[in-house]
């Protein structure tokens, strides 16, 4: 079975600080792995992608990725309250075609205190 | 900016009625998708279809459901005699290339089923 797993949370930061979000894989196949965000009731949008082992910035967000730890990170900078929602994680993975297609994982949901 | 839509945005249906959830994906995309979460639950992927003909689908999608591209524009995704267990929020999802490439997500829809 191909897992993509995180904590649920709450995670619960005040504004301004760092929110730190994980994300662990089981299918040591998967190249592609995603962080989207989700407020209730609505589609998840995509935050951001990394194809590589390493750091990925963009704006207030880092990406990280650890393939031989198969464990991926979000980081996200000076927190702002707009930021509360759900955030998955997906990796692409193959169900034994070659596409790959999202797995994600149950979502960590994050508050941001004013 | 192009986006996925899906119609309709809630709909209630009956236990054992038959229901078409449909969708239009971005227009140079050729890589569409049905993924759906059930209420505090996570996304889970249904089916992926390429080329006129479904390419990969999870346990999930049994003989109840199934997909089709009517014409050059939409995407359905059909169940049969829904039951209890289908209530649900259904994405529709479009790539343009594969493998890599971001999936996105249209808003979703509703299904309630009494």
């Known amino acids: 079975q191909k897992e993509v797993e995180q904590n649920s949370g709450p995670l619960s930061v005040p504004e301004g600080a760092i929110a730190s979000l994980n994300c662990t894989y089981s299918?040591?196949?998967?190249?592609?792995f995603f962080w989207y965000r989700q407020y209730s009731g609505k589609s998840p949008e995509l935050i951001m992608s990394?194809?590589?082992?390493g750091d990925k910035e963009d704006g207030r967000f880092t990406a990280q990725l650890n393939k031989a730890s198969q464990y991926v990170s979000l980081l996200i900078r000076d927190s702002q309250p707009s930021d509360s929602a759900t955030y998955l994680c997906?990796?692409?993975?193959?169900?034994?075609?070659?596409?790959?297609?999202?797995?994600f994982g149950k979502g960590t949901k994050l508050s941001v205190k004013p | 900016e192009p986006e996925v839509t899906q119609t309709p945005s809630h709909q209630v249906t009956q236990m054992g009625q038959e229901v078409i959830l449909r969708c239009v994906p971005i227009?140079?995309?050729?890589?569409f998708y049905w993924y759906r979460q059930i209420l505090g639950q996570k996304v889970e992927f249904l089916v992926s279809?390429?080329?006129?003909?479904?390419?990969?689908k999870s346990e999930i999608f049994d003989d109840q459901f199934s997909v089709e591209r009517p014409d050059g524009s939409n995407f359905t995704l059909k169940i049969r005699s829904t039951k209890l267990e289908d209530s649900a929020m259904y994405f529709c999802?479009?790539?343009?290339?594969?493998?890599?490439?971001?999936?996105?997500f249209g808003e979703g829809s509703w299904l309630t089923v009494v």
């Open positions: 999802a479009s790539r343009k290339t594969a493998p890599g490439g971001t999936i996105y």
């Open positions: 299918d040591r196949g998967s190249q592609s």
């Open positions: 990394i194809y590589s082992n």
């Open positions: 997906a990796g692409l993975m193959n169900y034994g075609g070659s596409q790959g297609n999202l797995i």
């Open positions: 227009s140079n995309h050729l890589y």
């Open positions: 279809f390429y080329n006129n003909e479904i390419s990969e």
